[in-house]
């Protein structure tokens, strides 16, 4: 099978890129590289520069591929709150553009990237897939209204397209950057020696999901037979970001210096996926745990050329 992943130079995409060249598939990346790194580009994958909120760059990337798995994306609630025009630009016109694109080659499936961030502040816990869906900020919003096209596509073309809702997802490749990951901010703060602060009392819960995880779901949905809809994608455990602090000082052997700051605006109070609906719908079951994901992250952050060189920048 050829395989298009938008958003391939990405945290999340390029671990899926791995994942489909390791299972023997071609590889098409469409990537406009504002939030991913050259440096995640897989050798043995093709590569296409350009920017899916643009009408045929997703079309022109998807000829002769087989299915799209479509994660390019303005990331992230503040990021949208800062900018929620080309939060929309990207996260709705991009999917209709990809959407458009697997209609027109004639691709039955586009696995999407969605977010916990649809459902807005926790009514029940866990979260199941009909829980209220009433985002806090505009990228849940555009995620929802994008997760509403591929299920449009559904009825009106018959394709079966699968919408992955990400809870918080964390592992090899996931760089700091300024719009705030927690666990990426709290390793490179902590391995420099640095004190972190937390927004709020700290005692806000997440589902963190490994990264492994996360492509392999992607990988299970985007080769099912039958799987279409929307499903959760977590780990189906969740920890006070308090307690993260404290695990994650331990694992790198510092002392945990934790400041306490306001709560952030269009951030939830508590997350926590229930899983059974993707272990039903295409065999998915999270297999990495919390202490033995951040070990491997941590040692890999210790040892990327990327963040090593921005430390250095930093210092001088
Ligand atoms: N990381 C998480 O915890 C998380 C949680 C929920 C959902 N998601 C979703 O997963 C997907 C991947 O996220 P990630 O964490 O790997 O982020 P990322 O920023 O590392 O990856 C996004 C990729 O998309 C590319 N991109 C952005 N805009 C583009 C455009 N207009 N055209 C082409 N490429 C573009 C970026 O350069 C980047 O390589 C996104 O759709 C995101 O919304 C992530």
Not at 193 to 218: K, L, S
Not at 231 to 249: K, W
């Amino acid at each position: 099978m050829k395989a298009l992943v938008t958003g391939g130079a990405g945290f999340i995409g390029s671990n899926l890129v791995e994942l489909l060249l390791g299972e023997g598939h071609q590889v098409v990346v469409l990537d406009d590289i504002s939030s991913g790194y050259e440096e995640n580009l897989h050798p043995d994958a093709e590569f296409v520069r350009g920017d899916v909120s643009v009408p045929d760059v997703a079309a022109s990337a998807a000829l002769g591929c087989g299915v799209i798995f479509h994660l390019a994306a303005s990331v992230g609630n503040t990021r949208s709150i800062d900018e929620p025009v080309r939060d929309s630009q990207v996260n709705v016109i991009g999917t209709l553009n990809v959407l458009e694109a697997a209609r027109a080659e004639g691709i039955s499936r586009v696995v999407f990237s969605s977010s916990a961030g649809i459902f807005g502040e926790l009514k029940t816990l866990p979260i199941a897939e009909d829980h209220p869906q009433d985002p806090d900020s505009p990228y849940g919003a555009s995620k929802l209204a994008a997760e509403k096209m591929c299920l449009v596509y559904n009825k009106l073309y018959g394709m079966r397209n699968v919408c992955l809702r990400y809870f918080n997802v964390y592992g090899v490749r996931q760089r700091f950057d300024a719009y705030g990951n927690v666990i990426p901010i709290f390793a490179e703060r902590m391995l420099r020696d640095r004190g972190v602060t937390i927004f709020g009392d700290g005692e806000q819960t997440r589902d963190f999901v490994h990264v492994a995880d996360v492509a392999r779901a992607n990988y299970l949905a985007g080769t099912s037979t039958s799987a279409a809809g929307a499903f959760n994608i977590g780990s189906g455990t969740r920890i006070s970001i308090n307690d993260l602090a404290r695990v994650m000082a331990e694992a790198i052997g510092v002392p945990a210096h934790i400041e306490h700051g306001e709560p952030r605006p269009g951030d939830v109070r508590d997350s926590l996926a229930a899983v059974d609906a993707a272990a039903a719908g295409f065999g998915f079951a999270p297999s990495v745990d919390l202490a033995d994901g951040l070990g491997t992250y941590l040692e890999w952050l210790r040892n990327d050329p990327v963040t090593r060189r921005r430390w250095a920048e930093q210092e001088n």
